[in-house]
């Protein structure tokens, strides 16, 4: 096994594989040792690389090497399941290796990245391997495509040490005019839509059985995209928006446009814009093997409607499976996705997926442009268009219906008898006691690695992205006795968005998990101090954005589990973003019963930091109860709100996010 990942060579260590001939494609072979001369010159060290028999490739090399690639699509899906088994097959490393030198010259990028990163992140005996994070190798998908024609020239013109950062303005992706635009700092937040990637890589919804079905996975797909929704409602709400209109009525047109702004550089084509007014269309694409209606969509839809209100869908042997109160919602979570763990996929369809596709596909349905899908049609740029909230508000509405069906927690299930909250407070450092802030921050990003392009050598880019001040929880708890318990920590909006009080049925779908974590209660008084940086949301900045700079020495750990501990919600957007008056929020803390909380397994080791919207690595979810508890179900008989839900072990403080308009330069260090 190579001591270091042989798939990112860093810094000084320059190295190049010793490709066997016969595996070279086609165009290269005739001129074989001039390719591996000029690229052996910049080398210090040559990584042999094993002959081994090559399996048969077949379809996967159909779709062709400049072209985009969407895991929304099922031919794309298809191969890309084809390929992730032939890395999963190969018998060992070198094997592996040898494969994926061959495959990488012949079979599209993004497919190849894809399947490259699920392999080594499911096979046994790639767990301390690593593959560069996508941002780095696909830049392009992340940021304003104008970088990277001044990132050519300045590598052309400007030595290496002088070169300064590109900076990306704020605004780039459109004006005031559009009200809209007032939450594209968070729905183009690079941290975000690597988040939002990463949760996809983690979670696929096709492959091997063994890759696919992973503990709670159903659940956790609403859970996550839930929490996704209460975020983004929480910023519009910030913004003097109103909450995000479900996409309910499917043939009326679509009032919200979108302009990416980005250009793929390995299609070497503008991702697609949809422009104001689009109705979602049939789309007949003979190119990606799709034949879908919008018809298709309603029956899933319908057919999805009836089994949550007869409490029981139909298998493929018509056999029914009744949504039982705990499980049901994981079971719902793989129907709607879909993936393959849905029960008949064949009668409830491809919901969920499909609807990415019909809106990807808008701008040319039949592909007479012979456009690609837009920003929507893949994981690693959806959540940039304001047509991912309302499609996913339509998805996690259906999810609540079958909530509200469910039983209420009655008292007894959520106090923990001899357990009181006394009080809660938040701290900033040097800042008002319960006055969170909010600021701007510029950050800087080495691009070059995603650039191909002489002469090499760091592009960095300077980009500007919301942040909050650190700051920590003091939460003073009396206990009875001697006990374990979950401290649950939400945050809401104190007002909906007339400026009234919530009834709690509403406000209940706007807390944001901020942070859960283990207690040890000793009798009598204890008092808790939780920094906000350790949440079980959030991964640091500094893992979302790693290899940030790569003059740095790597921690070996840092780089090995980067697969997986690259799904996280950026710490940077753990705080919506207030406004500068002030936005009056409440924040909520609860200490359970740990009898209905406790996991019994060995959580420790590395990537369970942020557990609760991803998991953690090859384990069961932490936390036994129903995700999103104590908020995930309508209220019990009597509670209109809040103040009224609460039990003893529970308590709400009121808090404010006062954002400051100002830019803060980078960080010492980046
Ligand atoms: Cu994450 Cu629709 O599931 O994008």
Same mark, same amino acid.
């Given at each position: ?17 010793? %490709? !066997?001939?016969?595996?070279? =494609?086609?165009?290269? *072979?005739?001129?074989?040792?001039? /390719?591996? @001369?000029?690229?052996? $010159? ?88 690593? %593959? !560069?994070?996508?941002?780095? =190798?696909?830049?392009? *998908?992340?940021?304003?495509?104008? /970088?990277? @024609?001044?990132?050519? $020239? ?517």
């Amino acid at each position: 096994r190579p001591q270091e990942p042989v798939f990112m060579p860093k810094g000084d260590q320059k190295k190049v594989f010793a %490709v !066997p001939p016969e595996y070279l =494609s086609d165009k290269y *072979k005739p001129i074989g040792t001039q /390719v591996t @001369n000029r690229f052996g $010159e910049e080398a210090n060290e040559t990584v042999p690389v094993n002959r081994i028999s090559i399996p048969p490739m077949g379809e996967i090399l159909e779709l062709p090497r400049d072209s985009n690639f969407s895991l929304f699509i099922p031919k794309h899906r298809r191969i890309a399941g084809r390929l992730i088994d032939i890395f999963l097959g190969v018998r060992n490393v070198d094997d592996l290796l040898a494969v994926a030198v061959y495959a990488r010259d012949r079979v599209n990028p993004y497919l190849f990245n894809y399947a490259l990163s699920v392999a080594l992140l499911h096979r046994e005996d790639t767990q301390d391997l690593d %593959v !560069p994070s996508i941002i780095h =190798s696909f830049p392009d *998908k992340y940021v304003d495509s104008k /970088v990277f @024609n001044k990132a050519r $020239e300045d590598a052309t013109v400007v030595p290496e040490g002088a070169r300064m950062p590109i900076e990306i303005p704020r605004d780039y992706t459109a004006s005031d005019l559009e009200e809209e635009h007032r939450l594209a700092y968070f729905r183009e937040d690079i941290g975000l839509n690597l988040h939002h990637w990463h949760w996809h890589l983690v979670y696929p919804f096709e492959a091997a059985r063994s890759v696919v079905n992973k503990n709670r996975r159903g659940e956790l797909f609403y859970y996550m995209h839930q929490q996704i929704m209460s975020r983004y409602n929480f910023e519009r709400l910030c913004n003097k928006m109103k909450r995000t209109e479900r996409l309910i009525d499917w043939n009326a047109p679509i009032k919200e446009a979108y302009f990416p702004k980005l250009d793929s550089l390995v299609a070497s084509r503008s991702w697609p814009a949809r422009v104001s007014g689009q109705k979602l269309q049939d789309v007949r694409r003979e190119v990606d093997g799709i034949k879908l209606d919008v018809e298709d969509l309603k029956r899933w839809r319908d057919r999805i409607y009836d089994a949550i209100h007869a409490g029981f869908v139909r298998d493929r042997n018509d056999r029914q499976v009744p949504l039982t109160e705990f499980e049901g919602i994981d079971v719902l979570g793989n129907i709607v996705e879909s993936s393959i763990l849905s029960p008949n996929r064949d009668f409830y369809g491809d919901m969920h997926n499909t609807g990415h596709i019909l809106l990807s596909y808008i701008h040319d349905p039949d592909h007479r442009h012979l456009e690609s899908f837009g920003v929507i049609g893949d994981s690693a740029t959806a959540m940039r268009d304001p047509i991912f909230y309302r499609w996913h508000g339509f998805v996690d509405d259906l999810f609540q219906d079958f909530k509200s069906r469910l039983p209420r927690y009655e008292e007894n299930r959520l106090n923990y008898p001899g357990v009181t909250v006394e009080s809660v407070n938040v701290t900033v450092q040097g800042g008002q006691p319960n006055a969170l802030q909010t600021f701007w921050q510029q950050s800087d990003v080495d691009l070059s690695r995603g650039m191909d392009f002489s002469p090499r050598g760091s592009v960095f880019v300077r980009f500007t992205h919301l942040q909050h001040r650190p700051f920590t929880y003091n939460i003073v708890v009396q206990s009875n006795q001697p006990r374990e318990g979950t401290c649950r920590i939400f945050l809401a909006p104190k007002f909906d968005e007339r400026g009234n009080p919530w009834l709690f049925r509403d406000q209940r779908l706007m807390f944001i998990e901020l942070d859960k974590f283990r207690v040890n209660l000793k009798q009598g008084e204890n008092t808790i101090t939780r920094n906000s940086a350790d949440s079980s949301v959030t991964i640091p900045f500094e893992r979302t954005y790693r290899d940030l700079d790569t003059s740095r020495p790597q921690g070996g750990q840092q780089l090995a589990q980067f697969n997986f501990c690259g799904c996280g919600w950026p710490d940077n957007l753990l705080i919506p973003k207030g406004s500068p008056e002030g936005f009056s929020c409440q924040l909520f803390v609860m200490i359970s019963n740990i009898n209905d909380d406790r996991i019994n397994q060995d959580a420790s080791g590395q990537c369970n930091d942020a557990d609760s919207y991803c998991g953690i690595k090859d384990k069961l979810y932490p936390d036994r109860r129903s995700m999103g508890y104590p908020f995930d179900r309508m209220p019990r008989q009597g509670v209109d709100t809040l103040q009224q839900f609460l039990t003893t072990n529970m308590r709400v403080q009121d808090v404010s996010i006062q954002f400051q308009n100002r830019t803060f330069k980078p960080r010492e260090g980046n």
